[in-house]
């Protein structure tokens, strides 16, 4: 018989349907759902897993916690039991170095994912300049899997050389009181750039004054660096409510002043409410404004929804969620400071609504917010009703861990659904 160029291509094409079929039954781990199998096969895609996960490294190290790489080296060297005060002095030599940066190449070029560093040029957030100190990092990034340019591989080097080859700095830094001493001593004994003693003790002493001062009543001492939820956080889909969200401000003058609770008003305690009117909002499709749900729980059962503060109702209880997502139709659903099940919820299409006290998005008083998304990579975007400051709040993201670092002990988080 005279093979043509066709009937090559049949006889190939039956060959790997062959392989397919019996790779999938045989093998039994490969994976391909019937409405996906058309973009597979136009795409060359021969096997597909769902349930697999290549985000993170190998040694599950952690996601690293903080809005900013500035908060993420902080919280970092905190987590490993260091005071603010000591971590604020390495951030105030890496914000000279590389502006916290780990990608930045001396001069001020960025590197790269598969940058591999040139001895006597610096890189990196320590800005790491000669072979001696680069190559270690280089085969900590390739037994972990990590890209070069990772924030966590680069702080994760940094405290395998304070333990072994700058041991000294460890020690020295360690007995540092003050964030300012603690730039100069890390200078001295693990950075060693050009800077003459006064411009160490002027610049990066005075950064690391004003790093400390910006986050003392953020970072507590002695707090955790990474989330226990190192991978998959996010899983390529972003939920509902990432666009077109109503978020309210209970400071808007249409119902700032409206009462809740004994001589309190919308505007100073009506965090509840609002959050709840943003809930009600978009699960039933009705405009309920703050101005609604304050006035429902004033009809309703005060002693229910308001909590007294010397005499006077000054907020909401944690069970608003039940008072007015039952009047309105809504389910409630416990999750706790659970990230996975409260991604979950909010990729079927709830909201969540938590309290929590600290530094922004809450306040140091205590304050309720909405958690409406989760975009494909894991951040969550949130409700905020706290004036102009919850306005740009509720347009970042935030990291998970950080949110429910600041939940209290009670865990008061609940989804709602219609």
Not at 101 to 117: C, E, L, T
Not at 130 to 148: C, D, E, H, W
Request: contains cysteine.
């Amino acid at each position: 018989m005279v093979i043509t160029y066709k009937n090559l291509l049949y006889y190939i094409k039956i060959y790997f349907l062959f392989v397919v079929i019996t790779l999938s039954f045989g093998v039994g781990s490969a994976k391909v759902f019937a409405s996906d199998q058309t973009f597979y096969s136009l795409n060359d895609i021969l096997f597909y897993d769902p349930d697999s996960c290549a985000v993170g490294s190998s040694e599950g190290t952690g996601v690293l916690v903080g809005n900013d790489n500035l908060e993420k080296i902080l919280r970092y060297y905190v987590g490993k039991g260091l005071t603010l005060a000591q971590a604020s002095g390495i951030a105030g030599n890496y914000g000279r170095e590389s502006s916290f940066n780990p990608a930045v190449i001396q001069g001020g070029a960025i590197a790269p994912d598969n940058y591999i560093p040139v001895d006597s040029v610096g890189f990196g957030i320590a800005q790491w300049t000669f072979t001696s100190r680069q190559a270690p990092l280089v085969a900590l990034s390739q037994s972990t899997n990590r890209k070069i340019t990772d924030l966590s591989l680069q702080l994760d080097y940094s405290w395998q050389e304070l333990n072994g080859s700058h041991a000294r700095a460890l020690v020295t830094l360690k007995q540092a009181v003050t964030p300012d001493n603690a730039a100069y001593v890390f200078h001295r004994d693990y950075e060693g750039s050009a800077d003459t003693e006064a411009e160490v003790k002027t610049n990066r002493g005075g950064d690391a004054i004003s790093i400390y001062n910006q986050f003392k009543s953020v970072i507590p001492d002695g707090s955790s660096s990474v989330t226990a939820s190192t991978v998959c956080t996010g899983n390529g889909e972003a939920s509902e409510y990432i666009d077109g969200f109503v978020v309210y401000n209970q400071n808007d003058t249409k119902w700032s002043g409206n009462p809740y609770g004994n001589g309190a008003t919308i505007g100073s305690s009506g965090c509840g409410p609002a959050a709840m009117a943003m809930i009600i909002t978009a699960l039933t499709k009705q405009t309920v404004t703050p101005a609604d749900t304050a006035a429902y729980g004033a009809s309703a059962n005060p002693s229910t929804v308001y909590y007294d503060q010397s005499g006077a109702a000054a907020g909401s209880r944690h069970n608003i969620h039940s008072v007015m997502g039952d009047n309105w139709g809504l389910k409630s659903t416990y999750l706790g400071k659970d990230v996975a099940k409260i991604n979950q919820g909010l990729r079927s299409g709830g909201l969540v609504v938590t309290a929590g006290s600290g530094a922004s998005p809450f306040t140091t008083t205590g304050h309720i917010i909405v958690i409406r998304a989760v975009t494909a990579e894991g951040k969550w975007l949130i409700g905020d009703s706290n004036s102009t400051i919850g306005e740009e709040n509720s347009k970042k993201e935030w990291d998970p861990a950080y949110i429910l670092s600041m939940v209290g002990d009670s865990k008061y988080v609940w989804l709602l659904t219609k």
